[in-house]
């Protein structure tokens, strides 16, 4: 990506270029707010024109994206965000393109969507915001929602298991992959640089506080009193730590089941974050570290560099051009079986 885009390098434009003149019309109160708030600060750190940048969406609350950046977007239909950023990705590998989903419109009707879009590593930057509610239709449970989640389409409590978004992008052996929290500024404004830097499918859960429909979904790990116990900030090179006091790590028992230990000082048998191993049943073990047992991981899971399907279909479309030489389409649609219609 830094090479396409000269990512980190000095840039004129400041936050204010990337915000749009839409009313921005959301519930007061939304998570929404936050995320897009550490989204316009963070594009003019990346030095990509406005003209090379695309954000795509389909539908839902977190689908209204688009219109509040400053830049190209489209706004799709349910579900096909991806198919629709990947046609762009494909014509116009110059632009960076976003692709801004929910828990409903990328893990419902656009799981199918989703989840080829992470398996082809179409070079594209994906956040999904989790707040386990379908928000824009009022209230229903989505595929996040925790079993026994009463809603207006679930009144005696859901009985379905809910997707953990983590898993099921390092499943389709997505390049990276990563989590954040809608209000943690700093945290969040680093995993979107990372995304962005990233050459290949970036995936990013982002926890989304819904006040309207499911307030305090992520108050276990939001709240500061609880937080530290509950949160397992994840850096690379760095040991499994978490607790008020640092004083608890993860590990590996023999059976490669993770278990939380104590340490004192001795971190000698907890694991150390590795971001870039190739394999992806490390990084599977930690997007299933779930409550109440363990705490739930932030920051990147998985960062590989693997072939992006735009370059793929880029190298095969110039070596078909070099072995066969330049097209003809009105010789191909003449040549053939033909026949006419009178």
């Avoid at 689908?63 to 096909?80: E, K, Q, V």
């Avoid at 989505?142 to 009463?150: H, I």
């Amino acid at each position: 990506m830094s090479e396409a885009f000269g990512i980190g390098g000095p840039s004129k434009l400041t936050r204010k270029d990337f915000i749009s003149d839409q009313d921005i019309r959301w519930c007061p109160g939304c998570g929404d707010y936050a995320i897009l708030a550490q989204m316009q600060k963070v594009m003019p750190e990346l030095g990509v024109p406005r003209e090379k940048v695309v954000f795509v969406s389909g539908i839902g609350c977190s689908s209204r994206f688009p219109y509040y950046m400053n830049t190209y977007g489209f706004h799709t239909i349910h579900g096909r965000a991806p198919a629709v950023a990947t046609g762009i990705k494909i014509t116009r590998p110059d632009l960076m393109v976003w692709v801004i989903t929910g828990d409903g419109d990328g893990l419902s009707i656009g799981g199918n969507h989703l989840i080829h879009t992470m398996r082809r590593n179409v070079d594209l930057k994906i956040l999904l915001f989790n707040n386990r509610i379908y928000g824009l239709t009022k209230g229903q449970y989505s595929p996040t929602s925790e079993q026994g989640k009463k809603t207006k389409s679930t009144p005696l409590g859901s009985v379905d298991r809910p997707f953990n978004p983590l898993s099921v992008a390092i499943g389709a052996e997505a390049t990276f992959v990563a989590r954040s929290i809608d209000i943690d500024s700093a945290h969040l404004q680093y995993v979107l640089r990372r995304a962005a830097e990233h050459k290949g499918t970036a995936f990013v859960e982002i926890y989304q506080n819904c006040n309207v429909f499911n307030d305090g979904a992520w108050e276990s790990v939001t709240d500061k009193a609880s937080k530290s116990d509950r949160l397992l900030v994840l850096e690379h090179g760095k040991p499994l730590i978490f607790g008020k006091e640092r004083k608890k790590g993860i590990r590996i028992r023999p059976d490669m089941s993770p278990e939380v230990i104590e340490i004192d000082g001795d971190t000698s048998g907890v694991l150390i974050h590795d971001e870039t191993r190739p394999q992806e049943g490390y990084h599977f073990m930690l997007s299933r570290l779930t409550a109440p047992d363990f705490p739930q991981p932030i920051g990147v899971l998985r960062a590989v560099r693997e072939p992006t399907y735009d370059e793929l279909v880029t190298e095969q479309g110039r070596a078909a051009v070099h072995q066969r030489g330049d097209g003809d389409l009105v010789k191909l649609l003449h040549s053939g079986e033909t026949w006419v219609v009178s």
